[in-house]
T-cell receptor, first 110, second 112 residues
Framework: GQNIDQPTEMTATEGAIVQINCTYQTSGFNGLFWYQQHAGEAPTFLSYNVLDGLEEKGRFSSFLSRSKGYSYLLLKELQMKDSASYLCAVLYSSASKIIFGSGTRLSIRP | DVKVTQSSRYLVKRTGEKVFLECVQDMDHENMFWYRQDPGLGLRLIYFSYDVKMKEKGDIPEGYSVSREKKERFSLILESASTNQTSMYLC???????????FGQGTRLTVV
């Protein structure tokens, strides 16, 4: 299989910074996604990394190290609306197969 | 805007019934996916399709089948529903060139 591991739950404070890590099996790797999912809603796309390094998009940044099979999502200036699950997903080369991790539930406290 | 539409938001079916979950996308995407989402297990891939009439098993295909007769429509079939198939089912589509997957709103299926 293609084990994708991320922490189950995290808690952070409004206005702070939080980093959510994701590790994955590197064989067949083609790219890595981060999705946000609010309770009862469908996942929405946040970022896609295919090359090593940091991609910044407003308050959210995503980092990838292909050799280490590692990524993180960095959320800055946290807002209460950022309380959600964050899903790491990997695109594997076999016919565009996308596999998801179990998700990290992020709770923001005032 | 990409739109992925699932035919039902909520469904209740009896054990042993044949169940059809329909998904339609309007962006001419080649790839379509069916996932189920359960607490603590995340999204697990059931089947995906990369072209009309083409399908590949995901991680948990047992008890399910799929149909892709037209590019825009991808159907998930539960041949004989069982209580352990009670779950949230999510359909997604993506373009072969752009790899971002777009999700439907989900179908919460309860098998009693």
């Amino acid at each position: 299989g293609q084990n994708i591991d991320q922490p189950t739950e995290m808690t952070a404070t409004e206005g702070a910074i939080v980093q959510i890590n994701c590790t994955y099996q590197t064989s067949g790797f083609n790219g890595l996604f981060w999705y946000q999912q609010h309770a009862g809603e469908a996942p929405t796309f946040l970022s896609y990394n295919v090359l090593d390094g940091l991609e910044e998009k407003g308050r959210f940044s995503s980092f990838l190290s292909r050799s280490k099979g590692y990524s993180y999502l960095l959320l800055k200036e946290l807002q209460m609306k950022d309380s959600a699950s964050y899903l790491c997903a990997v695109l594997y080369s076999s016919a565009s197969k996308i596999i998801f991790g179990s998700g990290t539930r992020l709770s923001i406290r005032p | 805007d990409v739109k992925v539409t699932q035919s039902s938001r909520y469904l209740v079916k009896r054990t042993g019934e044949k169940v059809f979950l329909e998904c339609v996308q309007d962006m001419d995407h080649e790839n379509m996916f069916w996932y189920r989402q359960d607490p603590g297990l995340g999204l697990r891939l059931i089947y995906f399709s990369y072209d009309v009439k083409m399908k590949e098993k995901g991680d948990i295909p047992e008890g399910y089948s799929v149909s892709r007769e037209k590019k825009e429509r991808f159907s998930l079939i539960l041949e004989s529903a069982s209580t352990n198939q009670t779950s949230m089912y999510l359909c997604a589509s993506s373009d072969r060139g752009r790899t971002e997957a777009f999700f439907g709103q989900g179908t919460r299926l309860t098998v009693v």
